[in-house]
C-alpha cells in the first residue's frame, strides 16, 4: 500500500510540475492567447485542456494484451505489450483540426493524455484542479513574461516530459503584488 500510495503521489507531483512547464512556455510562445485568458479567465479551463492535449505530462502508457485482438488488419496476439503514445495520438490528424497549432478556444472533444477507459488516470481531476489555479495566480499577478528556452532544460525522468528547469522573466511592467 505504502508503494502504490508513493507512487500515486510522485506521479502527481511530477505530471503538475511539467504541465505548469508547458504553460509557461506555450503562453509565453502565443502571448496573444494569454492575452486572451487575462481579460476572459472563464477560458482558462479549455486552455489546460489544450495545453494537456498538445504538450503531455506522460506520453506514453503501456498496457499487457489479454486476449488475441486484430488492429487494422494486424493480429496482436495475447502477451503482448502494447504502448499508446498518447502525445502521438492527441495530434492524429483523423481526430484534430491542424492538431499541432496551440488555440485556447479549441472544443473538438477529449485528448487521452490522461489514458481512456479502465486506465483513465486517478489524478486527473486534481491534475486539471492544480493546472487552473496555478494558471488563474500567476496571470492575476503576471500578466505578461518570457521564456528563456536555450537557458532551461529538459528534465530526465523515465516516465513523464517536460521542463526539469525553465527560466520565466515577468516583464517589468507586471504586477508584483
Known sequence: VVTYASMVAGAG?????????????????????????????????????????????????????????ELHGTCIPEGSIMLLLNGAANRDELHWTDPDRFDVHRDEGAHLSFGYGIHFCLGAALARLEGRVALEEILRRWPTWDVDIEGGQMAHTASVRGWGHLPVRPDQGSNYG
Open 13 to 69: 507531483n511530477e505530471t503538475a510540475t511539467r504541465l505548469i512547464g508547458f504553460t509557461m512556455q506555450l503562453l509565453a510562445q502565443h502571448p496573444d492567447q494569454r492575452r486572451q485568458l487575462v481579460g476572459d479567465p472563464s477560458l482558462i479551463p479549455a486552455a489546460i485542456e489544450e495545453i494537456l492535449r498538445l504538450e503531455s505530462p506522460s506520453p506514453a502508457q503501456a498496457r499487457w494484451v489479454h486476449h488475441d485482438v
